[in-house]
Structure formats: structure tokens, C-alpha cells
């Protein structure tokens, strides 16, 4: 399995609103895509930061969502406020419980 953890940092009081986006946008959205498994957003709705994790059954699949992740990926920045573009990372997934 692989990871792709995408990392914007939105303003403090946009939180709701990205949240909301990630749930009601993104989500539906990546499900539709070949090898999806999950994803997870972690906040801290004190700084801003988000940390966005998608779950990708192989890495030929992850690879092949790039340019739909990288649309939604910015419009999650729109609505966070984030002037600098998200960094993203992609790692394999050693252990699962």
C-alpha cells in the first residue's frame, strides 16, 4: 500500500471551512479513483496546518491519481488560504494494524 500525504498551511480560521471541503469535495471525489483504500486529515486548528493522507492500493495507481489530487489538492488551499503551494510526499506503507 502506498501514502500520499499532502501538507498545506491554511489560516487558523479557516479550519471549518477546509474540513468541510476535505469531506464533502475531496472525498467523494478520490473514492471514484482506481485503488483508493482511505484517507485521513489531521488539523491543528491552532496554527493551521493540515496534513492530508490518501491510501493507495499500489503505487501504479497512486501515481495515476497525481493530476486529479493535485486539482483538488489546490482548491483545499484556496479555501484554507494558503499562499504557497502544498508540499506533497509519498511513502509506502511498511505496517498497518
Do not use: C
Amino acid at each position: 500500500m502506498f501514502a500520499r500525504v499532502s501538507i498545506v498551511q491554511g489560516k487558523p480560521g479557516k479550519m471549518d471551512e477546509g474540513i468541510k471541503h476535505y469531506r464533502e469535495t475531496l472525498l467523494p471525489e478520490a473514492k471514484k479513483m482506481t485503488g483508493f483504500k482511505g484517507a485521513y486529515l489531521l488539523v491543528d486548528r491552532k496554527t493551521g496546518k493540515n496534513l492530508g493522507i490518501t491510501l493507495w492500493d499500489t503505487e501504479k495507481n497512486m501515481q495515476a491519481s497525481t493530476a486529479a489530487a493535485n486539482r483538488l489538492r489546490t482548491q483545499a488551499a484556496e479555501k484554507l488560504a494558503d499562499p504557497n503551494p502544498p508540499v506533497v510526499e509519498v511513502y509506502e506503507v511498511a505496517v498497518q494494524s
